[in-house]
């Protein structure tokens, strides 16, 4: 990921100023809060953000409406507070509510964790589904699923388990004679094929109908949530995206190199094992109630940054992105075939396959 020159910025002008690091956006920016705790916003990426955060949530409301049963758009918010015809409620509270809070929250998830990783590995291509912590976090999953009665709880537990076992391996090959980010993804790729033929050989090993339940889950759906996952998924990507944007401010100076970045206080190695930590917790958190969500992670990060224009690591507008994309083809999933109900991994997978095959195209002619 490249960055702007370090020069001085115009006195009309606010740059990413931390700890003397000045990374100058030519635009106005926002300032949150006082002192350490103060906060640059800049305009533009706030307007994205919140721009992307009302779309999201529109998409949230017409998936509401849509479906078997279809609820007039005027009686959608009327049923969310309880104010309307009872089948309405029911429809919207109690069938579709869900799904749609936890595809917004998931894709939010999916979208700082592409964020964290695309800037740790300083490549667009570094997402957790390519570099293989999500394949980690979905076979402890799987594992816990078909052979244990682990419940659900333990099963998000053992998720992050597996996602920071298979992160810590791929470092371990990667950082022989220094780890760089293509050898990251690389050795990435080779972990993820490994644990996506143990997938195989468990799903082989189970009993049939254990199996085929399995598969369905591991093609990432959310037509079998519940609201059992609902508060212990929202805690965990609530305190993980807390973590990621606490880390925003120093992982943007790692941005910058690690000489600079050491030379500004910033301790380069603990800085990095949080990004990994905070990243594989938010992939894995959506996965051991979804199931592994492929794409979102890679797209969210790219497309965000082209909207705001900004190069360095933008957590919150690629959340927002990310939570627009999963609502949006988790609707597509749900009513495009109806009476069938797709597995959203599905959707993912044709979007984020045209975007992949265009960014591999874009980098071979750079």
Request: proline residues 4%; aromatic residues 6%; glycine residues 12%.
């Given at each position: 990921m490249s960055?702007?020159?370090?020069?001085?910025?115009?006195?009309e002008?606010?740059g990413?100023?931390?700890?003397?690091?000045?990374?100058?956006?030519?635009?106005?920016?926002?300032?949150i809060?006082?002192?350490?705790?103060?906060?640059?916003?800049?305009?533009?990426?706030?307007?994205?953000?919140?721009?992307?955060?009302?779309?999201?949530?529109?998409?949230?409301?017409?998936?509401?409406?849509?479906?078997?049963?279809?609820v007039p758009?005027?009686?959608?918010?009327?049923?969310?507070?309880?104010?309307?015809e009872?089948?309405?409620?029911v429809?919207?509270?109690?069938w579709r509510?869900?799904?749609?809070?936890?595809?917004?929250a998931?894709?939010?998830?999916?979208?700082?964790?592409?964020?964290?990783?695309?800037s740790?590995?300083?490549?667009?291509?570094?997402?957790?589904?390519?570099?293989?912590?999500?394949s980690?976090?979905?076979?402890?999953?799987?594992?816990?699923?078909?052979?244990?009665?682990?419940?659900?709880?333990?099963?998000?537990?053992?998720?992050?388990?597996?996602?920071?076992?298979?992160?810590?391996?791929v470092f371990?090959?990667?950082?022989?004679?220094?780890?760089?980010?293509?050898r990251?993804?690389?050795?990435?790729?080779?972990?993820?094929a490994?644990?996506?033929?143990?997938?195989?050989?468990?799903?082989?090993?189970?009993?049939?109908?254990?199996?085929?339940?399995?598969?369905?889950?591991?093609?990432?759906?959310?037509?079998?949530?519940?609201?059992?996952?609902?508060g212990?998924?929202?805690?965990g990507?609530?305190?993980?995206?807390?973590?990621?944007?606490?880390?925003?401010?120093?992982?943007?100076?790692?941005?910058?190199?690690?000489?600079?970045?050491?030379?500004l206080?910033v301790?380069?190695?603990?800085?990095?094992?949080?990004?990994?930590v905070?990243?594989?917790g938010?992939?894995?958190?959506?996965?051991?109630?979804?199931?592994?969500i492929?794409?979102?992670?890679?797209?969210a990060?790219?497309?965000?940054?082209?909207?705001?224009?900004?190069?360095?690591?933008?957590?919150?507008?690629?959340?927002?992105?990310?939570?627009?994309?999963?609502?949006s083809?988790d609707?597509?999933?749900?009513?495009?075939?109806?009476?069938?109900?797709?597995p959203?991994?599905?959707?993912?997978?044709c979007l984020?396959?045209?975007?992949?095959?265009?960014?591999?195209?874009r980098?071979?002619?750079?």
């Open positions: 960055l702007k020159p370090l020069i001085p910025a115009p006195a002008t606010a990413a100023r931390v700890q003397g690091c000045q990374v100058p956006t030519g635009r106005r920016e926002v300032r809060g006082r002192g350490r705790w103060s906060w640059r916003l800049d305009r533009t990426s706030l307007l994205v953000g919140t721009a992307l955060a009302l779309c999201g949530l529109l998409v949230g409301l017409i998936s509401l409406a849509l479906g078997d049963v279809r758009m005027d009686q959608v918010i009327p049923a969310l507070l309880g104010n309307s009872h089948r309405y409620e429809v919207v509270r109690d509510l869900t799904r749609v809070v936890l595809a917004l998931f894709g939010f998830a999916l979208g700082i964790s592409g964020a964290l990783f695309q740790l590995t300083r490549n667009p291509l570094g997402s957790p589904d390519v570099i293989g912590f999500s980690g976090a979905y076979t402890a999953a799987l594992a816990l699923m078909l052979f244990t009665t682990a419940s659900a709880a333990q099963i998000a537990v053992g998720s992050i388990a597996g996602g920071l076992a298979a992160a810590a391996l371990m090959i990667a950082s022989r004679n220094g780890t760089t980010g293509f990251l993804i690389v050795v990435g790729i080779g972990v993820g490994m644990l996506a033929s143990a997938n195989t050989f468990m799903l082989l090993a189970a009993q049939r109908q254990v199996a085929m339940s399995a598969a369905v889950w591991g093609a990432g759906s959310l037509n079998s949530v519940g609201n059992a996952v609902v212990s998924s929202l805690l990507i609530g305190i993980f995206a807390l973590a990621a944007v606490l880390l925003q401010r120093h992982a943007r100076i790692l941005e910058c190199g690690d000489p600079l970045a050491i030379s206080g301790n380069a190695k603990l800085v990095r094992a949080s990004m990994v905070v990243g594989v938010l992939v894995a958190v959506a996965t051991a109630a979804a199931g592994p492929a794409f979102v992670a890679l797209v990060p790219q497309i965000s940054a082209r909207l705001s224009g900004r190069a360095e690591l933008d957590l919150v507008p690629a959340g927002c992105f990310g939570a627009l994309l999963l609502v083809a609707t597509v999933a749900r009513i495009a075939f109806m009476p069938i109900q797709l959203v991994g599905i959707v993912t997978v984020g396959g045209v975007y992949l095959i265009w960014l591999l195209i980098e071979s002619r750079a």
